[in-house]
């Protein structure tokens, strides 16, 4: 029932935390051990925060993944697709979210086109 309430998280954060010029996401090769020591491994999505800079999405899964952003209006959507890799080793996939300042409110997370909640909410460290 935590899983409905997450989607509705305050972009406050997040901008606050961007001070790039570009809205953008990245994969990251090595994660800061402040963060991967607050990544629960239960935890399908997860959001974590860290200073006034730092906003990073964990996803686990079995499958390839790609991620896109977009924008519609004060929304800013995280779309994660998946592709089979003929694996069952779960896989841990870091993403750090460098952005413009703007009036997003709303953060929502689409996996392969459906609405994902963040498992557990926000983790600020």
Not at 50 to 73: A, P
């Amino acid at each position: 029932m935590k899983r409905l309430f997450t989607l509705m998280l305050v972009a406050g954060i997040l901008l606050a935390a961007c001070n790039s010029s570009q809205l953008s996401i990245s994969e990251l090769e090595s994660v800061p051990s402040k963060v991967q020591d607050v990544i629960n491994s239960d935890s399908t999505l997860q959001m974590i925060t860290s200073g006034e800079k730092n906003t990073y999405i964990v996803f686990h899964s079995t499958e390839e993944v790609s991620v896109e952003l977009e924008v519609t209006e004060n929304i800013l959507n995280i779309k994660i697709n998946t592709t089979n890799r003929g694996n069952t080793e779960l896989k841990q996939y870091v993403y750090q979210l460098h952005g413009e300042d703007s009036e997003h409110d709303t953060i929502n997370v689409l996996v392969n086109g459906e609405n994902a909640p963040f498992d557990g909410g926000m983790t600020i460290l």
